[in-house]
Each structure stands twice: as C-alpha cells, then as structure tokens.
C-alpha cells in the first residue's frame, strides 16, 4: 500500500556531511508531513525534524542550525541535510510521514516508518 524507503546513510567523520533521502511510494493520495527520527543505541526514538505539506518545519534543539529537512511533493520525496555531524549524532534514522492513502477500494489516514538507514559519525 504505502512503502517509504530511506537512503544515503553512511559512516562520516565529525564535521562532515550526509544528505538522506527518502521516497514514498504505494498508494499515495496526499501526503501531510514526512518527519525523520533517530534511535541511538540505548536510547528512545527521538525526533529530528517534521516537514508538513504546507511548509512548515521543526528541527530538535539539538540539530537546529545543522540539519535542514526539505522535499520534493512531485516526488514524494523528502531529504535530510546533515551538516557540521556530531558523534552523538550516531544513529539509525528512520524517514516517517502521515499519508493518506487510496487504492480504489479504501482510503485513509495511515502513519508509515521506513526500514532506516544508519548514520555513524566516528574519527
């Protein structure tokens, strides 16, 4: 129905840099906001930034200034530039969006996770 797929996550020195992107695909009638978490080892999933439809974002203290989320509608497609990476940074990020659906036969109001992709930050 409704698949979001994460990418570019990778092993990066402090201060370097990593773009992730993620792709929505199924059956996709709008899309409401797309938002990316993370999860440390040991830690709670937190969240890093929200994007919704309309534009608006929301950044963690802890990134704002650093991370920039932005997307693509045509696409369905949302990104997550990491500038200036911390090791406490280290974690598996998760893309995830609140998605109407439709399939001909059902619609509604679905909350989707991707399978994550992990993000190393280490000398």
């Known amino acids: 129905q409704v698949q979001l797929v994460e990418s570019g996550g990778g092993l990066v020195q402090p201060g370097g840099s990593l773009r992730l992107s993620c792709v929505a695909s199924g059956s996709i009638f709008t899309i409401n906001a797309m938002a990316w978490y993370r999860q440390a080892p040991g830690k709670q999933r937190e969240l890093v930034a929200r994007?919704?439809?309309?534009?608006?974002?929301n950044y963690a203290s802890s990134v704002k200034g650093r991370f920039t989320i932005s997307g693509d509608d045509a696409k369905n497609t949302v990104y997550l530039q990491m500038d200036n990476l911390k090791p406490e940074d280290t974690a598996v990020y998760f893309c995830?969006?609140?998605?109407?659906?439709?399939?001909?036969?059902?619609?509604?109001?679905?909350?989707?996770w991707g399978q994550g992709t992990q993000v190393t930050v280490s000398s």
């Open positions: 995830h969006g609140d998605i109407y659906y439709s399939d001909g036969q059902d619609s509604g109001l679905i909350s989707a």
């Open positions: 994007r919704r439809s309309v534009g608006e974002t």
